[in-house]
């Protein structure tokens, strides 16, 4: 995932505190400075706008709308040129692939949420605070438009779709993480957007106690909606993304 901040160092100070890891991978290209910071099953990238090449000027202008935060998904595939088949084939209208293995989904057809396919990357040191991500949410305005996009169109495995104090929800597996979709009649401009991120931990007491003693605002641990589950929100420090940690009862 893409996490767009206008300062890398800030970005960088606060993730590696946010996730307990160092960052690893920086480089600067299209006057876009990045970082990498990995967990068990998903890498954040850090990016941002060091100039004023193409990729600096969009990248500008994702943080424009909106602020920091959230800003592009990016899914690993081990065959990206029969993705990228097959996304044309469903109607996704894929760019190019570019030399460093990757593409961009149309970003009309899917309905406004940047998201990319790029082949896996080698995996540096995980963060060992965080042991992943649970879950990814997503507001859309329109749930059956959003449920044929992630699962019959990207292929993800329909987990669950209930309705919750009368929102719905719909919950798509990605690996060993979840797409979450809600279903949110007040967005505007008919566009689907990123909201927030749920983070694994192993002891949802001691990760409140290590990120309020490094000055974030944290809630108290609460039980979560999940049966079995503890989780506190964190409230600053993410840079713009809604943030909660989750502990799951063992199994």
Not at 77 to 97: K, N
């Amino acid at each position: 995932m893409v996490i767009a901040v206008r300062d890398l160092a800030a970005g960088v100070a606060a993730y590696e505190t946010l996730l307990g890891a160092n960052a690893s991978d920086a480089s600067e290209e299209d006057d876009v400075a990045t970082a990498l910071i990995a967990t068990s099953n998903i890498a954040v990238e850090l990016m941002a706008p060091i100039g004023g090449g193409e990729t600096a000027r969009r990248l500008l202008a994702a943080i424009e709308d909106g602020g920091e935060g959230l800003k592009s998904l990016v899914f690993a595939t081990c065959d990206v040129a029969q993705a990228h088949s097959r996304f044309e084939r469903v109607g996704l209208a894929p760019e190019e692939i570019t030399a460093r293995g990757s593409f961009r989904l149309n970003n009309e057809r899917t309905h406004g949420v940047r998201l990319f396919v790029m082949s896996p990357r080698p995996e540096p040191a995980q963060a060992a605070h965080v042991t992943g991500l649970d879950h990814i949410v997503i507001r859309t305005p329109d749930a059956e438009r959003a449920a044929a996009l992630y699962g019959a169109r990207l292929g993800l495995d329909m987990r669950l779709d209930r309705e919750v104090a009368g929102r719905r929800l719909m919950f798509f597996r990605c690996g060993d993480a979840v797409v979450e979709l809600v279903h949110d009649v007040t967005i505007e401009g008919g566009r689907d957007r990123f909201w927030g991120l749920s983070w694994r931990v192993r002891d949802a007491d001691a990760e409140r106690a290590r990120l309020a003693a490094a000055g974030l605002d944290v809630s108290e641990v609460r039980q979560g909606v999940k049966p079995g589950t503890r989780v506190f929100t964190v409230r600053n420090g993410t840079a713009g993304a809604p943030t909660l940690m989750i502990e799951h009862a063992p199994r």
